[in-house]
């Protein structure tokens, strides 16, 4: 069913004017709210016909924005407005995206007309409509908004501007600037909405970590590697971390500064690391509770490579399996779990031998379950530091490990280390 269809239905439904259900729906789908769901809140909006469509909603304060209502007015201080490309129904559509704040909080605002929004500006917004996001509600400022621009700042204990650590960026975030390294980056030709293009992609680095990049519109200064600032860059999730996008409408210049990457990378609970959905480059640490089966010695698909059993790829059927080690084990620190991933490398250092020695002691016992016997052995019940890439799925929340050290913040093995020098 084409969208006009949809608006005539509505209108019949209600009783209102077809074209003005037709642009509110139209705003909603271009913000990609499923048609069945952009319908019923448009039910709901003109629905009982008690409070009618009509009238101009009441001011609020920012923190009292009800995901549940359906249009409000408030004046805020726009903190940040950042243009983006989106496309619908064939036509390019530039809409701006950002924050705007007043005394009481913060919320981000989607504007799909050109209001000239800029940072710093004190607008107020007459019937601007609300959108639930993530639980959280979110402006929209079309056609039935009425925008103005106050001439008396409003004073937010907010900061103005996008600037940003890339360990704070969150799926999500818009119009954000950062200065960063470009640490690797290549030119792939992707199949794009308007056939072959070519895009770099990479990974940034700044002093609080590292995040994986796409840039739309190959910008010579990335490509050429060194510092850039980028002003107006956006964040997307891609694979289960949040990813920095840089499109048509970003800025980027070559900076002139060192940045240190990762020298200031957070630490962070288990708990919170899990809570922001996925970070690129995080440190936890906790206690290793238990080694997952399918640790130690394994045997990988050489089609697809992933884990088989017993010579049987789900996908590929009876294969000749290749040898390799892997550890999942589980992390605790009191305030959450993930499971920690090591790499072959990784494996064989916490083994304390190779994979030849892991076939060796496997033959020998006749039983492969020994190496992870030896693992769980060495490991478990021990604290560790553990620096890696987060994912966050349905399945759980899996850390990558880069790094794997045995953390010295344990004053028992503090206690161990220095009876040892003293024993020395
Ligand atoms: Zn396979």
């Known amino acids: 069913m084409e969208l006009d269809d ?28 499923p048609i069945d769901e952009a319908k019923g809140s448009l039910r709901r909006k003109y629905g ?10 009441s001011a609020k304060a920012i923190a009292d924005v009800d995901p549940d209502e359906s249009n409000v007015t408030v004046t805020g201080v726009v903190l940040t407005a950042g243009e983006r490309s989106i496309r ?8 701006v995206e950002g924050r705007l704040a007043d005394e009481s909080g913060v919320i ?16 107020t917004a007459g019937n601007a409509g609300v959108r639930e996001w ?84 190959p910008a010579p200064e990335i490509e050429d590697g060194g510092p850039v600032r980028i002003e107006n860059a956006y964040v997307q999730e891609f694979r289960g971390v949040p990813e920095v996008n840089v499109s048509e409408f970003s800025t980027v210049s070559a900076l002139d500064r060192e940045i240190a990457v990762g020298s200031d990378t957070r630490t962070m609970a288990v708990g919170e690391a899990v809570r922001t959905g996925g970070i690129y480059d995080v440190e936890v640490v ?17 089609e697809c490579y992933r884990v088989i059993q017993k010579g049987q790829c789900r996908t590929h059927g009876d294969v000749d ?43 020998e016992a006749m039983d492969q379950e020994v190496v992870a016997d030896r693992i769980r052995e060495r490991i478990v019940g021990r ?31 503090r206690a161990a280390t220095f009876l040892e020098e003293v024993d020395a």
């Not at 009982?48 to 909603?57: E, F, L, M, N």
């Not at 906790?286 to 050489?302: K, Y």
């Not at 892997?326 to 920690?340: H, N, Q, S, Y």
Request: proline fraction near 3%; charged fraction near 35%.
């Open 321 to 363: 399996g290749i040898d390799d080690l892997r550890v999942k084990a589980i992390l605790d620190d009191g305030t959450g779990t993930v499971t920690v991933v090591l790499d072959d490398e990784l494996t064989e250092r916490v083994y304390d031998g190779t994979l030849e020695d892991a076939l060796e002691q496997a033959r």
């Open 383 to 413: 604290e560790y530091r553990v620096r890696g890439h987060l994912s966050v799925d349905e399945y759980g929340a899996n850390l990558d490990a880069e790094t794997f050290e045995e953390s010295d913040d344990d004053p028992a093995a």
């Open 48 to 57: 009982d016909g008690q409070s009618g469509g009509g009238g101009t909603p």
């Open 134 to 217: 993530d639980g959280e509600p979110e402006l929209n400022l079309g056609e039935s908004t009425s925008l103005s621009f106050d001439a008396e700042s409003l004073e937010v204990p907010y900061e103005i501007g996008g600037d940003a650590q890339l360990a704070e960026l969150r799926t999500g975030d818009r119009a954000v600037t950062i200065e960063v390294d470009v640490l690797e980056v290549e030119r792939r030709t992707i199949d794009g909405r308007d056939g072959e293009t070519e895009i770099l992609s990479g990974v940034f680095g700044d002093e609080s970590g590292r995040l994986p990049f796409t840039n739309w519109d």
């Open 6 to 33: 949809h608006a005539e239905d509505l209108a019949s439904d209600l009783g209102v004017d077809k074209e003005e259900v037709k642009d509110d729906l139209q705003n909603l789908v271009e913000y990609s709210v």
């Open 88 to 95: 619908y129904q064939g036509d390019d559509h530039v809409i």
């Open 286 to 302: 906790g206690n290793l509770l238990a080694v997952r089966d399918g640790s130690g010695l394994i045997q990988r698909c050489p």
């Open 108 to 123: 981000d605002y989607t504007a799909w007309e050109d209001f000239g929004l800029e940072p710093g500006d004190t607008i």
